[in-house]
T-cell receptor, first 110, second 113 residues
Framework: DAKTTQPPSMDCAEGTAANLPCNHSTISGNEYVYWYRQIHSQGPQYIIHGLKNNETNEMASLIITEDRKSSTLILPHATLRDTAVYYCIVRGQAGTALIFGKGTTLSVSS | NAGVMQNPRHLVRRRGQEARLRCSPMKGHSHVYWYRQLPEEGLKFMVYLQKENIIDESGMPKERFSAEFPKEGPSILRIQQVVRGDSAAYFC???????????FGPGTRLTVT
């Protein structure tokens, strides 16, 4: 599975959009981009995933560049409860294990 | 629809004892994964099981650790003769198939004294 690079930390004001970037320049054609988050010491929470088209669900939007070498997770209206570590993971369709890196610690403040 | 359940949530064992961690996957999920998170570190994959079969145990220590997912009942992660370095949060995840999103439980926090 391809390696990902994320900034270690980001800050965001409550009510604004949080845009979390991820680089995955070695991604191959059949690999998906997954986003998870871990709030404090809880179990990781699945957010969204995509292959090449932009995706949106009730939690977030995922924008994947045309060359698929990077992506951005967008939380449209961040709240204090969105403070967490966000993990970008690249994984093949037949992949089993999720390989977690260090992620981005997002701090949302009022 | 209940999520992934893990018990106990907290477990304290003395060095040399055995620890048994249980994971009940979401309804309809036959794939179970175990991950470990050491203090101040990231999550590391340990083992992937389907009903009655171990599919991938590449992340599991070769000694003292074992996992099973019987036909009936929860998946069990067993740690024999625990040592202080086993103190960690152990998370279980489940999925309906391979290669799709995994849903995590709340974890079991193991403390070895």
């Amino acid at each position: 599975d391809a390696k990902t690079t994320q900034p270690p930390s980001m800050d965001c004001a409550e009510g604004t959009a949080a845009n979390l970037p991820c680089n995955h320049s070695t991604i191959s054609g059949n690999e998906y981009v997954y986003w998870y988050r871990q709030i404090h010491s809880q179990g990781p929470q699945y957010i969204i995933h995509g292959l090449k088209n932009n995706e949106t669900n009730e939690m977030a939007s995922l924008i994947i560049t045309e060359d698929r070498k990077s992506s951005t997770l967008i939380l449209p209206h961040a709240t204090l409860r969105d403070t967490a570590v966000y993990y970008c993971i690249v994984r093949g369709q037949a992949g089993t294990a999720l390989i977690f890196g260090k992620g981005t610690t997002l701090s949302v403040s009022s | 629809n209940a999520g992934v359940m893990q018990n106990p949530r907290h477990l304290v064992r003395r060095r040399g004892q055995e620890a048994r961690l249980r994971c009940s996957p979401m309804k309809g999920h036959s794939h179970v994964y175990w991950y470990r998170q050491l203090p101040e570190e990231g999550l590391k994959f340990m083992v992937y099981l389907q009903k009655e079969n171990i599919i991938d145990e590449s992340g599991m220590p070769k000694e003292r650790f074992s996992a099973e997912f019987p036909k009936e009942g929860p998946s069990i992660l067993r740690i024999q003769q625990v040592v202080r370095g086993d103190s960690a949060a152990y998370f279980c995840a489940s999925s309906p198939n391979t290669g799709v999103e995994q849903y995590f439980g709340p974890g079991t926090r193991l403390t070895v004294t």
